[in-house]
């Protein structure tokens, strides 16, 4: 595995999380693939803790993501079971009986239904192992209470900082926290949610309403990103409410009652994803792109996405070259309605393209100024109606090429 030094893009620190009321975290260092650090997490739940998930929409999903899509149905959990190091996805039966090995032990060890326990799994694919190593441990890992930078720090695989973010709101009156984590930082265009993420809230909120919730708030966050376009065959976003907090609860995603609650809770599902385009493998440059007047929402993010996914445009934001064309083309390919008469490319706010053809008064000066910076803004207006959308990335370096081409070294 080629070594990787810290992003530039990496936030001062890992912060500091609250407590969540009802949620114990144990983490194990058993030497999965990486040496030295956590690599197995087990996030332990209170009887009655509501659940919600949303998983990759790849066709090749893990058979860990397979059983929590069907787990997920009972709308309860009493623990997240997580492994770093191998994604045990696409080994055929060995990858089932990993996951079910897994969910047995776990199960047994908490007096509770299989369907309570979701596992998670990422890393290689393709490379059949057992969960003996993870299943003997058990009783230690339980016995090994851990602190949220521990947990962040066991789902890593190429990410080269821990992930976490919290927020609190109100509900009824009633003081919630929620806390969460993530990893990713390749293999990155959700499709979902992100490559893995667990967030937890002390929130009484029932699986309806917290499923109702997270989708919404996916879409606008880890589904708003992309780092290479790549869609894991792992997936997972999970999302526990405790009840532990008290509030008066709701039975209905839309009452206003919540409506704080949801605020909180997407700024920290957007704040982990902008975590994981910071940590962009071989990222110098993080890139917000905003599409505006397109036909419709679906559409402006088509063409959202096209930019921010472009080989072209980020090779030449890496570059720092103001090669404003490469956006007019990745609008044209996407298949959005758009007429070139209409668009209108911006790039740090500067309009460069208007009407069919570059700005009379085009200096490109200004431009360049800014694509030198790390925070990058691409704007393009369709013309053609009320449908916006955004999205953020990062730059495509040659550390991407460096360190998948050494990933199963």
């Known amino acids: ?15 500091e999380l609250p407590a969540i009321a ?10 999965i693939r990486y040496k030295g650090r956590p690599d197995v997490l087990f996030a332990e739940l ?34 997240f079971f997580v492994n770093a190091g ?53 009783d230690d890992i339980l016995a090994n209470d851990a602190g949220w930078l521990d947990a962040a720090k066991a789902i890593m695989t190429t990410d080269t900082f821990p992930k976490g973010a919290s927020a609190t709101a109100t509900i009824n009156g009633t003081k919630v926290t929620i806390a969460g984590i993530a990893k990713g930082s390749g293999m990155i265009e959700p499709n979902m949610a992100t490559m893995l993420g667990f967030v937890f809230t002390d929130a009484a909120l029932p699986h309806s309403v917290l499923q109702a919730l997270l989708s919404d708030c996916n879409n606008r966050s880890f589904n708003a990103i992309t780092v290479d376009s790549d869609t894991s065959t792992s997936d997972t976003l999970l999302l526990a409410a405790t009840g532990k907090a008290g509030n008066d609860t709701v039975s209905d995603a839309n009452d206003p009652a919540i409506a704080e609650f949801k605020d ?16 962009g493998e071989g990222a110098s440059k993080f890139i917000t792109v905003n599409v505006t007047g397109a036909v419709n929402e679906k559409e402006a993010k088509i063409a959202a996405k096209a930019i921010a996914n472009s080989p072209l445009v980020k090779t030449a934001i890496a570059g720092e070259d103001a090669n404003w064309g490469r956006i007019v083309m990745a609008v044209g390919k996407c298949g959005v309605t758009a007429d070139p008469n209409k668009l209108t490319v911006s790039i740090g706010g500067i309009e ?24 990058i803004d691409i704007a ?30």
């Open 1 to 15: 595995m080629v070594a990787t030094s810290l992003s530039p893009l990496a936030p001062a620190g890992f912060p």
């Open 22 to 31: 009802g949620v114990k975290l144990h983490t194990a260092t058993l030497g």
């Open 46 to 79: 209170e009887p009655g803790t509501q659940v919600a998930g949303v998983f990759t929409t790849s066709t090749t999903a893990s058979a860990a993501v397979r059983w929590g899509r069907e787990a997920l149905k009972g709308g309860t959990a009493r623990a």
């Open 86 to 138: 191998n994604s045990v996805a696409f080994t055929g039966k060995a990858g089932e009986k990993f996951v079910a090995d897994k969910v047995e032990c776990a199960a047994k060890a908490l007096g509770c239904a299989k369907n309570e326990i979701f596992t998670a799994s990422t890393g290689v694919i393709g490379e059949p192992t057992t969960a003996t190593r993870i299943t003997d441990a058990l």
């Open 264 to 279: 909180a809770l997407e700024g920290v599902l957007r704040d982990l994803a902008h975590q994981i385009v910071r940590d």
């Open 352 to 375: 460069l393209a208007k009407n069919g053809e570059r700005v009379a008064d085009y200096d490109e000066g200004p431009v360049e100024a800014h694509i030198k910076g790390q925070y």
């Open 380 to 409: 393009a207006d369709l013309g053609f109606g009320d449908g916006a959308a955004t999205v953020w990335t990062c730059d495509l370096t040659h550390g991407y090429i460096s360190i998948n081409a050494d990933y199963r070294s």
